[in-house]
């Protein structure tokens, strides 16, 4: 009998920005386990499906609850938003493997927030970028601020993700006085795409100095341009180095 759990990215959260792959499993699963948040998005869409659906902070009994069922030879798709390898479940799901060595672990790539995002604002991650969360939930501060120097030392361009919360609502006002205490001008451009994918998205594009003083939610990915990176038209454009 054939074991397997899909790890599938989502995307963003609706189904036109879901890779052919991610929905050709989904279609083919018995059921669909992941964060609630994130199998309402797509719930209306798999109405025949068997449904494992936790609140936030219950990760590892989720990806468990998903192997378990797995195990009895059922067809299972963990979901996660965007990429499940970036910032998603794919990790935990490989670290419990080992205690279900029957089932066949297989993940899904899907469109993260940085590429989604992105496109919205215009190119800017078109050169050497990184990905940097402000959530210290699970990473120290003092981690993610040696992170955030480094970015700025190397001069890369940054997608942010989890700027803020309820509890973390002046981190991305602290994030930014680290990147300007670390050499950033305070003419450097940026950029903020809310709720990519989904209704009600937004993007607007500002200087850091500007970020420093905007509030943003946690349904925001904020975008920190290199030292070259340029608006053109009203859109975020990091040159490649051509001559144009």
Not at 102 to 126: H, N, Q, Y
Request: glycine residues 10%; proline residues 4%.
């Amino acid at each position: 009998m054939e074991k397997k759990l899909y790890v599938v990215g989502m995307g963003p959260g609706h189904v036109d920005m879901m890779t052919g792959r991610a929905m050709e499993v989904l279609k083919s699963v018995d059921t669909i386990g992941g964060y609630t948040t994130y199998t309402d998005l797509i719930r209306d869409f798999f109405p025949d499906k068997e449904w494992i659906s936790t609140g936030m902070r219950k990760e590892i009994e989720r990806c468990r609850a998903c192997f378990e069922e797995a195990n009895k030879g059922k067809k299972v798709a963990l979901v996660c938003s965007g990429d499940a390898g970036v910032y998603g479940m794919a990790s935990p799901v490989e670290e419990l493997a080992p205690e279900f060595p029957e089932v066949e672990v297989i993940v899904v790539a899907g469109i993260t927030a940085a590429c989604s995002g992105a496109a919205v604002l215009g190119a800017p991650l078109s050169h050497d970028f990184c990905t940097v969360s402000l959530s210290d939930l699970l990473t120290p501060w003092e981690v993610i601020e040696k992170r955030l120097q480094a970015a700025i030392h190397g001069d890369f361009c940054m997608a942010i993700y989890n700027p803020s919360s309820h509890k973390r609502h002046d981190y991305l006002q602290k994030a930014c006085d680290i990147m300007l205490a670390a050499g950033a001008s305070p003419d450097r451009k940026c950029g903020i795409v809310r709720n990519i994918g989904r209704e009600g998205e937004e993007g607007i594009v500002l200087t850091l100095g500007e970020l420093r003083d905007t509030q943003v939610d946690m349904f925001s990915t904020v975008f920190v341009g290199n030292s070259n990176t340029k608006i053109i038209n009203g859109r975020l454009v990091t040159p490649r180095g051509y001559s144009i």
